[in-house]
């Protein structure tokens, strides 16, 4: 596993997580990866419907201690 | 201990006010200095421009001196920082001055960038400078019918905005009675109308019943003017008559050109409000990485804390409180009601019903502002 860039976006309710990565990827390289935290379970439905539409890459999700850790490659 | 602003817009100006106040007795007896550098000798009111752009504020409505609105201790140098050499605890500026601080704070802000979406500058009106908020204005008043969409890069400043244009903009077409004769057409980066859940809940029903039409998931890509047509990265295309844009944000300049945040956003520590790495650099408002609302009242609460904390530093030699990330954000629903979202990083905004008293409130917030500025509401 290459290593990911963190996203930390936990307690943002607004612009919200998937807003935070959507601004952050704009500065990423294709083949980057990145790894968004969030305190909002709906990111976990939210950021990899968003992934798939746009075509980057989802790469895991999962939960520990009421965090959403969100795993994912910049394709394009 | 020399206390160094750099920025003078709203973070910088109510933090500096905030400051001169708590170490008064510090400021007169010279065991503390204050200094604010800043660009420019106006400051600007930028939740004015909203209103310019629909005729319903003029340019002078926005301004005041700088100077007019601090406190007696600061001393103001309208010459902007260009390099910043945090190794050595000093910045040089534009004037060729070099200001050595013991505490340093970063309160820049951040400037629209529309030119990061090919044809979006050339094609689309927005209100986030005074110029471009005039030109919207003539143009809206020109347009006779036709198909406006709505449409928004990321990260922007006030997340409400989007929401606020379009309702102000329905009410400003059916004033001029031509609002059947008006498609407006809302479009959004996220899976709902607004990234603030319970706002996207209340929010597109009324869309629904003002006959405004909507598209989620849509991100821009690019604009092709000759044709009218704005494409989405997630593949949707949609036409125009009138495109408006609240474009996406970066940090300024000079933060960018020193290499202190990607995108022109400083690493920020979200309690502390420290730059990552310097404990004696703090950094506000939306020059920070944090992942809150870039908007006035997000920067108003920091500036508190942090004159808190930097008046602590000189008289008890250590902060003493972590900052909760409130933000209170007026929404206006058109010309004549509105209703506000408050949160922090623990408690999620409960907005209520629109009323025409809260949209008087914002009313008289657009004139008690100055007092704000001041440090005094």
């Known amino acids: ?76 | 201990m020399k206390i160094l602003v750099v920025g003078g817009g709203m973070g910088g100006t109510i933090l500096s006010n905030n400051l001169a106040r708590r170490l008064a007795p510090e400021l007169r007896s010279g065991k503390a200095q204050l200094t604010m550098l800043t660009a420019s000798d106006k400051h600007m009111y930028q939740p004015g421009l909203l209103y310019l752009a629909l005729g319903r504020m003029t340019p002078d409505e926005l301004y005041r001196d700088q100077a007019s609105l601090l406190e007696p201790g600061i001393e103001l140098q309208v010459d902007p920082v260009e390099t910043f050499e945090l190794d050595k605890n000093q910045v040089k500026t534009k004037g060729g001055k070099t200001h050595a601080y013991d505490i340093l704070v970063i309160a820049t802000g951040s400037r629209p960038a529309p030119e990061m979406i090919p044809g979006l500058a050339e094609n689309a009106e927005q209100f986030y400078t005074e110029q471009t908020a005039v030109k919207m204005f003539k143009r809206l008043q020109a347009f006779q019918g036709g198909r406006v969409v709505i449409a928004m890069g990321v990260p922007h400043k006030c997340p409400m905005a989007p929401l606020e244009i379009t309702f102000m903009l329905h009410d400003y077409f059916k004033d001029r009675g031509i609002r059947d004769k008006v498609q407006l057409h809302y479009t959004y980066p996220v899976g709902r109308v607004h990234s603030l859940e319970p706002v996207a809940k209340w929010a597109q029903p009324e869309f629904d019943r003002l006959g405004v039409t909507y598209e989620t998931l849509f991100n821009l890509k690019e604009v092709d003017g000759k044709n009218q047509v704005v494409k989405s990265e997630e593949g949707g295309e949609a036409k125009y008559d009138l495109l408006i844009t609240i474009p996406a944000h970066k940090g300024m300049e000079v933060i960018e050109k020193n290499k202190l945040g990607q995108g022109g956003f400083i690493p920020t520590n979200k309690t502390k409000l420290t730059m990552e790495g310097h404990p004696n650099v703090y950094v506000i408002g939306d020059t920070t990485n944090i992942p809150i609302s870039k908007a006035g009242s997000t920067v108003h609460y920091q500036a508190e804390t942090l004159g808190e904390n930097i008046a602590a530093i000189v008289k008890l030699g250590q902060p003493v409180r972590e900052h909760d990330g409130k933000v209170f954000c007026f929404i206006e629903v058109g010309k004549d009601r509105a209703t506000y979202a408050q949160f922090d990083y623990t408690t999620p905004p409960d907005p209520k019903p629109p009323t025409k008293a809260v949209h008087w409130f914002k009313m008289a917030y657009n004139k008690l502002y100055w007092t704000t500025a001041r440090g005094l509401l």
């Open chain 1, 1 to 76: 596993m290459s290593e990911r860039t963190v996203i930390d976006a936990r307690g943002s309710f607004c612009p919200g997580p998937l807003m935070e990565l959507i601004a952050r990827l704009k500065y990423g390289a294709v083949g980057e990866e990145f790894e968004v935290l969030s305190s909002d379970k709906g990111s976990a439905n939210d950021i990899p419907e968003w992934l798939k539409k746009v075509g980057h890459q989802h790469i895991e999700t999962r939960e520990e201690a009421g965090v959403w850790h969100i795993a994912l490659k910049k394709m394009k």
